[in-house]
């Protein structure tokens, strides 16, 4: 039994787990699929005063407060501008409601432990502390992005970390 592989998962651990998809300018990424709640076309957002360049303001869903984070900007991708292909996926994490935007939706996918490799170690250069590793299907690299650990992040303060680190 490998004990590196995740704990608390609800897909056996031999099986294949499933990711949404999507793309930020040219790259792919794909995000645990248990994470997330819905996905919504993007709306005009409150901003808040004062925030990071990377979290565009909150909406109010449902009578739910969620704030909004540019991902693009967050991983440093430059501007883009809107469009109606610009969707905003709800995440649930650790009971927290948020949402990043993205450059569009691709699809699910369904990857075995074996198909994802290890991020390559950038030094200082790059922060990889938030990515799980890189998956090839058929002629797609696809970034696995660990969201709960990028939301949950100092820098983020979204998310209580004590939640995370006692889920």
């Known amino acids: 039994m490998n004990d590196e592989r995740r704990q608390g998962s609800a897909v056996a651990s031999d099986s294949a787990r499933e990711y949404l998809t999507f793309t930020l300018g040219e790259e ?9 709640q819905e996905i919504r076309g993007y709306d005009t957002v409150t901003k ?8 565009k303001g909150v909406i109010n869903m449902r009578g739910i407060i969620v704030p909004i984070i540019d991902l693009r900007l967050k ?32 699809d699910v996918i369904a990857l075995r432990g074996d198909q994802i490799r290890p991020a390559p170690e950038f030094g200082s250069v790059l922060d990889t502390a938030y990515i799980d590793g890189l998956a090839t299907l058929d002629e797609r ?13 100092q820098e983020m303060g979204l998310v209580d970390q004590t939640q995370s680190a006692a889920a």
Do not use: C, W
Not at 28 to 36: A, C, F, Q, S, T
Not at 84 to 90: A, L
């Open 141 to 153: 690299m696809i970034i696995i992005v660990d969201i709960e650990k990028l939301m949950t992040s």
């Open 75 to 106: 991983f440093h991708l430059g501007q883009v501008e809107y469009n109606q292909f610009t969707v905003v996926i709800i995440l649930n994490i650790n009971g927290r409601i948020l949402g990043v935007v993205v450059d569009g939706v691709s």
């Open 48 to 55: 808040i005063a004062n925030s990071p360049d990377f979290i």
């Open 28 to 36: 792919e990424y794909g995000i645990d699929i248990l994470r997330v």
